[in-house]
């Protein structure tokens, strides 16, 4: 037997094996640019118009930004479901859609957020964000790796933060919307800059903060 070409073998095998599910169920990258679009501009329509339109999933679930849902991982949850619904025309008429109404709904099947289990998760918390539907990019804010729908989390004791990377429309410097996920129940957008700035260093997104665990992506993109 030839060890040489055995052993490399059975390296790349056991890579492929322990392969996290984002290495090999990926959107196409025609399908993760529409969705880094839509999630953006839902996020900036929610931000300027408040609470949307209840609305259901196919298997007659409720996916809502509704008062018990409205935290930080509820907002990622808002946005993914706005990507990856098919909206009617009552949607594209209704003017307060006016940042969404004329984006294409994306071709392909959207990969569903998941649970611990690996299956469809319907209220997938930040932690769970975290652990099983993201791989870790950087923890260097200003690194060239980020992208638009990225993810910021912050851990605080056992209180697990979510944030959403975005990027201004003329300048395109980087912004975070997140919701403050407590009884101030508000919905920001800030500037990273401002964030840096925070007058509590624990929601400072630099490596040298213990509580910022860094940026990572969504498992179905790249």
């Excluded at 037997?1 to 890579?15: A, E, K």
């Excluded at 800030?190 to 940026?215: M, Q, T, Y």
Aim: glycine letters at 4%; hydrophobic letters at 40%.
């Amino acid at each position: 037997m030839n060890c040489n070409r055995f052993f490399p073998g059975i390296f790349f095998l056991t890579l492929f094996l322990l392969s996290p599910v984002f290495a090999i169920d990926r959107l196409s990258l025609k399908g993760q640019l529409q969705y880094r679009k839509w999630v953006t501009a839902a996020a900036l329509q929610l931000f300027q118009k408040g609470s949307p339109v209840i609305k259901l999933d196919r298997q007659n679930e409720a996916v809502r930004w509704s008062a018990e849902n409205r935290d930080c991982a509820g907002l990622i949850r808002y946005l993914h479901f706005e990507a990856g619904t098919v909206h009617n025309n009552a949607y594209r008429g209704n003017a307060a859609n006016i940042l969404t109404r004329f984006l294409d709904d994306i071709a392909e099947k959207v990969p569903p957020l998941l649970d611990k289990s690996g299956n469809p998760a319907r209220n997938a918390d930040a932690r769970t964000l975290y652990e099983v539907n993201t791989y870790p990019v950087t923890r260097e804010i200003t690194s060239d790796a980020v992208k638009e729908a990225d993810l910021l989390f912050f851990k605080n004791s056992d209180d697990w933060h979510v944030m959403m990377l975005m990027r201004e429309t003329l300048t395109g410097k980087l912004v975070a919307v997140y919701h403050t996920g407590d009884k101030r129940a508000e919905l920001r957008l800030v500037p990273i800059n401002d964030l840096l700035r925070h007058h509590e260093a624990r929601w400072h997104p630099r490596s040298s903060n213990n509580s910022f665990l860094g940026i990572r992506r969504l498992y179905f993109l790249q």
